[in-house]
């Protein structure tokens, strides 16, 4: 029988230690940068970075696909199982939604403060002080943490009735990295730019007597990219997706072995087993109570 979970699963394992690849090159790039002769360096930076957006790109594909094909046989581990794939599928919609609802608000917030600075005789501190008090810097320094809270849920509801005690450990301690990534570095960056936001640069820049790779320069500085910032988000993403990894493993070596057994259609026989309905384990066949779930039941449709 084809089970389609642990073929997706397969497929998202792939996807997963592709991300993990496509991290490794990307920060090493940024590693690489040197900041004073950050001007000369586009086109290296840009060569750095080509492999890691291809690598991405191939896993979000694998992503896709593997996430499809899970969706698709959601229903032969039981209804729980089946309820919980649900469940992160809306949360997909949801995060999908916050993310167009931040982006709008981005681009909103961005272009107020961009056409009244360029289209208008405001004074310039006038102008520093509208992008400043705009909602552009807590919105995209803390929209991360929001996208690894929704997302992380995602993974733990599709994941967690199809794990072993360990590897619903391994999914709580997955997202509480996750989560506690995002913060940091969101804070970090949240600080470093609001400090460049008051810098003498900024201002020079916003006053167009700065040079622009000067002020670039100093605004790479300020995010800290080449400091713990950078170190703490490789660390804590990386450790992320290890965690992560494990736990997609889990499940596969669990449906490899027949520890999991999908359920059958009811077109094929089932004369010499059956399965809960519920958590779809292989159970006696005069069984009313499940020895996995306890779930009771007259009848085993």
Same mark, same amino acid.
């Given at each position: 029988?084809?089970? @389609?979970? %642990?073929?997706?699963?397969?497929? =998202?394992? /792939?996807?997963? $230690?592709?991300?993990?690849? &496509? *991290? #490794? !090159?990307?920060?090493?790039?940024?590693?690489?940068?040197?900041?004073?002769?950050?001007?000369?360096?586009?086109?290296?930076?840009?060569?750095?970075?080509?492999?890691?957006?291809?690598?991405?790109?191939?896993?979000?594909?694998?992503?896709?696909?593997?996430?499809?094909?899970?969706?698709?046989?959601?229903?032969?581990?039981?209804?729980? @199982?089946? %309820?919980?794939?649900?469940?992160? =599928?809306? /949360?997909?919609? $949801?995060?999908?939604?916050? &993310? *167009? #609802? !931040?982006?709008?608000?981005?681009?909103?917030?961005?272009?107020?403060?961009?056409?009244?600075?360029?289209?208008?005789?405001?004074?310039?501190?006038?102008?520093?002080?509208?992008?400043?008090?705009?909602?552009?810097?807590?919105?995209?320094?803390?929209?991360?943490?929001?996208?690894?809270?929704?997302?992380?849920?995602?993974?733990?509801?599709?994941?967690?009735?199809?794990?072993?005690?360990?590897?619903?450990?391994?999914?709580?301690?997955?997202?509480?990295?996750?989560?506690?990534?995002?913060?940091?570095?969101?804070?970090?960056?949240?600080?470093?730019?609001?400090?460049?936001?008051?810098?003498?640069?900024?201002?020079?820049?916003?006053?167009?007597?700065?040079?622009?790779?000067?002020?670039?320069?100093?605004?790479?500085?300020?995010?800290?990219?080449?400091?713990?910032?950078?170190?703490?988000?490789?660390?804590?993403?990386?450790?992320?997706?290890?965690?992560?990894?494990?736990?997609?493993?889990?499940?596969?070596?669990?449906?490899?072995?027949?520890?999991?057994?999908?359920?059958?259609?009811?077109?094929?026989?089932?004369?010499?087993?059956?399965?809960?309905?519920?958590?779809?384990?292989?159970?006696?066949?005069?069984?009313?109570?499940?020895?996995?779930?306890?779930?009771?039941?007259?009848?085993?449709?």
């Amino acid at each position: 029988m084809r089970c @389609h979970t %642990k073929t997706g699963i397969v497929l =998202l394992m /792939i996807a997963q $230690i592709l991300t993990m690849v &496509s *991290i #490794v !090159i990307l920060y090493s790039s940024f590693f690489s940068i040197n900041i004073e002769d950050i001007t000369n360096q586009t086109i290296e930076t840009i060569i750095l970075i080509l492999p890691a957006s291809g690598i991405a790109g191939i896993g979000g594909i694998l992503t896709l696909i593997g996430a499809i094909l899970f969706y698709v046989g959601r229903k032969e581990f039981g209804e729980k @199982h089946q %309820k919980f794939v649900f469940y992160a =599928l809306i /949360i997909f919609v $949801i995060s999908i939604i916050i &993310s *167009i #609802v !931040i982006a709008g608000i981005t681009m909103y917030s961005t272009f107020s403060s961009v056409s009244q600075n360029m289209f208008s005789e405001t004074d310039p501190s006038e102008s520093i002080d509208l992008i400043r008090n705009s909602y552009l810097l807590p919105i995209t320094s803390f929209s991360s943490i929001i996208s690894a809270i929704v997302g992380g849920l995602i993974w733990v509801f599709g994941l967690y009735n199809l794990e072993n005690s360990q590897g619903k450990k391994v999914l709580y301690i997955y997202y509480i990295c996750l989560v506690a990534t995002a913060v940091i570095v969101s804070v970090f960056t949240y600080n470093a730019l609001n400090e460049y936001l008051f810098s003498q640069g900024f201002e020079d820049m916003i006053n167009a007597n700065a040079d622009s790779s000067n002020s670039f320069t100093q605004l790479i500085g300020y995010t800290q990219w080449m400091g713990p910032t950078a170190i703490i988000g490789f660390i804590g993403t990386i450790v992320s997706s290890l965690l992560l990894l494990f736990a997609l493993y889990i499940p596969y070596k669990r449906i490899n072995s027949g520890e999991l057994v999908p359920i059958q259609p009811d077109n094929q026989s089932t004369t010499t087993n059956r399965h809960c309905p519920n958590c779809g384990q292989a159970i006696p066949f005069d069984a009313n109570i499940c020895p996995y779930c306890s779930k009771r039941f007259d009848d085993y449709l």
